[in-house]
């Protein structure tokens, strides 16, 4: 019984070798909402930016995109990058802001670009 545990342990603490990424918008991760919450109270030095949060011993990687100027985020993958487009720039900073959380497997995703409309 104890071998069957730490078996079934050792397959849940890893994404699977096919996982390449999934994405939500307006998502926040529970074990990661208070640094998101400090992350977002900060002022903006850009027009977009991204924080990152990797747990080697659990097999979680995320990336989290944020924009005060855009309102909406296009996620796509190409090659072995993911590529965030912003898009529907808000005027006099009406709307809500674009926020996406990304799983990613590192294996798999090598690089984030950034792009705006």
Same mark, same amino acid.
């Given at each position: 019984?104890?071998?069957?545990?730490?078996?079934?342990?050792?397959?849940?603490?890893?994404?699977?070798?096919?996982?390449?990424?999934?994405?939500?918008?307006?998502?926040?991760?529970?074990?990661?909402?208070?640094?998101?919450?400090?992350?977002? !109270? $900060?002022? %903006?030095?850009?027009?977009?930016?991204?924080?990152?949060?990797?747990? *080697?011993? /659990? =097999?979680?990687?995320? &990336?989290?995109?944020?924009?005060?100027?855009?309102?909406?985020?296009?996620?796509? !993958? $190409?090659? %072995?990058?993911?590529?965030?487009?912003?898009?529907?720039?808000?005027? *006099?900073? /009406? =709307?809500?802001?674009? &926020?996406?959380?990304?799983?990613?497997?590192?294996?798999?995703?090598?690089?984030?670009?950034?792009?705006?409309?």
């Amino acid at each position: 019984m104890l071998v069957f545990l730490f078996v079934l342990s050792g397959c849940v603490s890893s994404p699977p070798e096919d996982f390449v990424f999934s994405y939500e918008r307006n998502s926040i991760e529970d074990e990661h909402l208070d640094d998101i919450q400090s992350w977002l !109270q $900060k002022p %903006d030095q850009t027009r977009t930016r991204t924080i990152e949060f990797n747990d *080697e011993t /659990k =097999g979680h990687h995320f &990336l989290y995109a944020h924009s005060a100027v855009f309102s909406e985020v296009e996620v796509k !993958q $190409k090659d %072995d990058a993911i590529i965030l487009m912003f898009t529907n720039k808000k005027t *006099e900073h /009406k =709307g809500p802001d674009a &926020l996406v959380k990304i799983k990613f497997n590192p294996k798999k995703i090598k690089s984030f670009v950034l792009n705006s409309e």
